[in-house]
């Protein structure tokens, strides 16, 4: 996840407001609107954990990822290929997550970013939020190096949680949308065993 935000589908079947996990999707497009990926999965956002897999075009799983911490796994056939996050990958991942697992997401965006703007309200997946924007830079967030601020969107319903985020980091080639959905179900993942793991 490193370098990417993203926004997750909504499918109705919510659970629990109060909740810090969800399903989600996650769409990247290319700078001239094209949609490139398509992601789906799962996480406790408040323990930073996450599993999901990229879809093929029929929309079957192809590559799974699992997400501990700073720390990513991806599975290679019979292998898992480990890797850490870069200071602004982790940066990155911290702010999508806070997002994602808050009941007062609004508040945590205005937090560490430029003024907020109120943009309008819209639909996501049958559910009424308010559509927010503003910019964000990585050494607010945690990142070492010094950077430039990057837009963020965020779609917000009435109980505070974020259903849509979007942004796209200064110098990136693709855009990344998450949308959340089915607040609380069960998440249980552990890291895969060491034999397995390169």
């Not at 629990?16 to 609107?33: C, D, H, K, L, P």
């Not at 996501?124 to 190096?145: D, P």
């Not at 917000?156 to 607040?183: A, C, K, L, M, N």
Request: net charge negative; aromatic share 10%.
């Amino acid at each position: 996840m490193a370098g990417v935000l993203a926004c997750l589908v909504l499918t109705g079947c919510e659970r629990s407001s109060s909740a810090a996990s969800a399903q989600f999707t996650i769409f990247r497009y290319s700078v001239e609107g094209e949609l490139t990926a398509t992601s789906e999965g799962k996480g406790d956002f408040a323990k930073g954990e996450t599993t999901y897999s990229l879809l093929g075009p029929s929309g079957e799983p192809r590559t799974e990822r699992q997400e501990f911490g700073n720390v990513s796994y991806a599975r290679d056939g019979e292998v898992w290929l480990k890797t850490e996050d870069s200071p602004e990958g982790a940066a990155l991942r911290s702010l999508t997550y806070r997002l994602a697992a808050s009941t007062q997401s609004l508040e945590y965006l205005r937090s560490v970013a430029d003024v907020v703007t109120e943009v309008g309200t819209e639909e996501v997946r049958g559910v009424s939020t308010v559509h927010y924007q503003g910019s964000v830079r990585l050494t607010e967030l945690g990142a070492a190096s010094e950077s430039e601020r990057f837009p963020v969107e965020v779609w917000v319903d009435e109980d505070g949680r974020t259903r849509r985020f979007s942004y796209h980091p200064i110098g990136s080639q693709e855009t990344s949308v998450w949308e959340f959905y089915d607040f609380g179900v069960p998440v249980e993942l552990s890291p895969p065993p060491a034999d397995q793991v390169r």
